[in-house]
């Protein structure tokens, strides 16, 4: 039977595809983006997280967690700590809720009986089953097998991907998916490598062929004021959409602050270049104008 | 749905009087409760403002006649009547006789002379009413009331004053019972009162000279001169006749203002502004006047007729809830696949606008429910209405007053330990064993089960007696008035004229003990990880030094994910106490005896007395709401917690509240999905929703700078209120619930 590690499965999504939908967060990704708002999903194994705040003294000298810095690297330590007596016991003497583990190991049966409950939500709101991340082909075979079965029960499936796979498997998605969240981040090749640690190349290719394949596509593009919302990327947004009439809609995924606490509470370093606010009411319509002056059309910000 | 409610001392003398009128006619039931009303009418209405075009106010003094509020029929406000707070400066020959009117009032007041009436039995196991214990230490009390009325105002409306005593009249002409006939003297003088009503607020608008009571003077010398025409006449009548009775459930407006409304429109004499300006001042007086778990207005559903007027009634009311940022009325939308989908669509966008309002009821589930649970027809059915908190009844046809109040986690706790508080010791139930005793989970349910019964029966009995003794003791002529069958059967409400005398039995802390027991069931029985002395122990010293054994207590499955092992012991825990408080009843001689899975704020309060849980709750924190998940315990999104809601079997109670909290995004982002979304929970079972429409960051805030939060409301369980104005452990309540969306 084969089994996944994913995060979370979030019913009643309404940002992960149309209507309202189940969402897998497959664990684990290839991508080290700067901005990443799900850094939880970034590693491909089980691993704590703490929130120091709520840590309580008496806890933390139970289980020799006090004395560590209050630095990234003094988390880190500490989590170090917690992965080394074991999470189980840790859970179970931290009742203040201060840690919380994350990734669990799931069947592709047991997430389909979980998929299958809303099953009337998806046909009255034309929603369904999304597989996202992390990026959800780093587990192909529990990704595919989740898509695959919810597809032969008539359920709208979405996969939303970073686009960074091997080709072939790129391909295998085609059958399984009714609809792509691809995302787009960058438009320099050392830009994308700086901001994401990998290449663009392959990125771009993998859509060249679902987009010449057939395949329907929601091109996702976060922006991070700062780092990626030069004209000249909005300008390459278009172009792509221009050239690849699959490219139904375009969705700006303006920056925003809530995915930080996760990244205090990993024990990861907080990127200096990263804005201190949430991007603005305004930036964000001068973002969707900036994009349809370039040609782009059917764009969203969120 | 509580009663307590703001009183005003009126001062010796009116305490003299009232007791005087209430002495002379001990021999004769209905010349007593005239004498006592014309000694309290009009000295607790309220004159009208400059500003007011409608009237209709009253206060509660420390001793007064009441249907509802204040108490039973005769009440005596104690907690209010003491020598320092009384307003005059008495001599000591008053304060002497202030004194033994006080004593008198204590023997002599309605309710306790309710409690009175109970058996031997039924006192040694509730030594306490709900009001007068001053904790809430054992798993049930008694609550004696009649509570929750909703008149015929539409019979009202369209006889009018001088139709009502023409009914009266008639019927007098035709019976020769003696009782009888004096039950109906007491109605006509009922209806004098009303019309006496009406010229006191005439005689003080006419003083005021504004434009506002030139509009008020109108309306009050057109209900004296005829039945209403207008659509101020009806509301004003209406309100008038609340204020009389002492109820403040409103009934199917829309069927019964409806017509008025648009004869005004149509004919040009009132214009939709004007309409929702007359809206608008019928709301606040509401929200001015009465206890925050009342004040229903029930609008839509099935059996309303032609219900093109009633729509147009319906969305006038949605518009003034929209408009205004009350916590009341309770505007309640029932609905169904034939109606003017124009309804829901209004209903969806004002709750998305974060109003609590209107709650919604499905009528495609509540009807053939309501049609099993009270053993009616079709057509009688659907005259069901939610009153207070959302007990069912159906409209000025059946009384289901919950007298009866049970908590389901207390009494798991008696059952695990011989009868006895967890955490202090003292006595809260029966000894049927203790949690060592019980080699097997059957033997722990069969302890459970028959400590609730062990108050389900005394609770019973009480729902029969105060009902008897109201009966006996206060006619409540207006109210019967309006009430079937009480003017045909020449009987007041509570002796045999309500067509449908029944009663209600409020329910606590179903989902912990649901959820407890599928904990202990896992760990202790099933997987014996964890030994029933260990458990004990953990629960006695409220998990203090026992975190990882909580911890894996609070990792058990729980209600609200969609999890059905978790969701079938919420349902056996629910069909068990359905069915034992309806075999109850059948024990009496109670038209139903219904379970009610509401929520006001006493899941906070009782959740105060409850030891710790093995569902992973600390002693003293809330129980779950209603029909709700436990505090943070759903984690599987919305549709799970929708989903877990609709499971249980609505066919064996009378109502149970759905409360869920949405951050304000969702319906802004996504309207259509935020509708799709409660369509798809309504069309698979789901009987009822309330919803919450805000953000925990405003919650947050508001906690913080609350004079820049009055319009924040929330759903506490069966009533909204103004976040900020809740006490702090309910504000934390709150808080503790999962955001969805």
Known sequence: MTRGLITDIHRASVVDGPGLRTTVFVKGCSLR??????????????????????????????????????????????????????????????????????????????????????????????????????????????TLEVMGASKAEGIHTVLDTTGYMDRGLCASTLEVTDLYLYDFKASEEPVHQELTGVGLE?????????????????????????????????????????????????????????????????????????????????????????????GGESVEVF | MATAIHIHPLGLDYVRRFTDAYRAHSDDIYKREAACEAVQFPAVLVPPRPGDFLAGKRIFAEV?????????????????????????????????????????????NTSQKAYDALSDEAKRRMPETFMTAPVLTRGGYPIPRVAGLQLDLSKLVELGISGLREAVSERSGQVADEEKRAFLGACQ?????????????????????????????????????????????????IQLAMALTATNNYGRLDMTLGPLLCRDLDAGRLTWEMALRLMEQFYTLLEEEYFHTDARIIVGGKGRGDATEADRFALLAMETTERLSLPLPQLTLRFHRAQNPDLLAKAYAVIGKGKTFPMLYNDEVNVP?????????????????????????????????????????????????????????????????????????DALWEAYTGTVDYYLEPLAEGQTRFYQIAGSECPFSLASLLYDDCL?????????????????????????????????????????????????????????????????????????NDDDPADAMVMRVHDHICHATRDAGAQTSLHHFLVVVINNNYNTIWGLETSASPNGRRDGDPLAPGNAPGAGCDQSGLTAVLNSQAKPDPTIHAGAVQNVRISASFPRQHPELFATLFQTYFDRGGTQAMVTVTSREDLLDALEYPERYSNLLVRVGGFSARFIDLDPDTQREILSRTEHG
């Open chain 1, 33 to 142: 983006c700067v901005w990443c708002h799900n850094p939880e999903t970034q590693k491909g194994r089980i691993e704590p997280a703490i929130d120091r705040g709520v840590l309580t003294p008496s806890e933390a000298e139970a289980l020799g967690l006090d004395g560590f810095p209050e630095t990234a690297e003094g988390t880190r330590a500490m989590l170090e700590v917690i992965q080394a007596r074991g999470l189980d016991v840790c859970q179970g003497q931290l009742s203040s809720g201060a840690l919380t583990v994350y990734g669990r190991e799931v069947t592709v049966d047991a997430v389909m009986e979980e998929v299958r409950k809303d099953r009337d939500y998806y046909v009255n709101s034309g929603g369904g089953v999304t597989l996202s991340g992390g990026e959800p082909m780093i587990q192909p075979e529990f």
């Open chain 1, 202 to 294: 392959r990125i771009l290719g993998n859509l060249d062929l679902l987009a010449t394949s057939g395949a329907r596509i929601w091109l996702r593009c976060p922006i991070i004021p700062g780092l990626n919302d030069a004209e000249s990327h909005f300008q390459a947004i278009a172009k792509l959409q221009q050239k690849y009439p699959a490219i139904e809609r375009v969705h700006l995924l303006t920056w925003h602050t809530m995915g930080l606490a996760k990244f205090k509470r990993l024990g990861k370093p907080v990127p200096a270049e990263l804005p201190a606010d949430s991007v603005e009411e305004v930036t964000k319509v001068r973002y969707r104008e900036a994009l349809v002056a370039a």
């Open chain 2, 64 to 108: 007064g006649y009441s249907l509802q509020y204040g108490g039973l029929g005769y009440y005596a406000a104690f907690r209010d009547w003491d020598l320092e707070r009384c307003p005059e400066q008495l001599s000591a020959e008053d304060r002497k006789e202030w004194e033994q009117l006080r004593q008198f009032w204590e023997r002599e």
């Open chain 2, 189 to 237: 003088a009922a209806v004098d009162r009303l019309e006496g009503a009406a010229r006191y607020y005439l005689d003080t608008a006419r003083s005021l000279e504004t434009m506002e009571s030139l509009s008020l003077v109108r309306a009050l010398e057109g209900i004296l001169d005829h039945r209403p025409e207008t659509f101020h006449e009806g509301l004003q009548l």
């Open chain 2, 369 to 441: 429910a309501v049609e099993q649970a009270f053993g009616v027809d079709e057509a009688t059915a659907q005259q069901y209405l939610p009153f207070g908190c959302g007990e069912t009844m159906i409209h000025h046809q059946s009384v289901g007053s919950p007298n009866a109040i049970i908590n389901l986690m207390r009494c798991l706790e008696s059952a695990m330990n011989h009868g006895r508080c967890l955490s202090t010791g003292i006595a809260i139930g029966p000894d049927l064993g203790g949690l060592e005793t019980y080699e097997h989970f």
């Open chain 2, 488 to 560: 045909k059967r020449g009987k007041s409400l509570c002796a045999g004229g309500a067509r449908y005398l029944g009663g209600s039995n409020e329910t606590y802390g179903n989902v912990d003990a649901a959820d407890s027991l599928t904990a202990i069931q896992a760990l202790v029985y099933d997987s014996q990880g964890c030994s029933r002395a260990d458990l004990l122990e953990a629960l006695r010293s409220n998990w203090g030094g026992h975190d990882a054994l909580r911890a894996r207590f609070k990792a058990e499955p729980k209600f609200g």
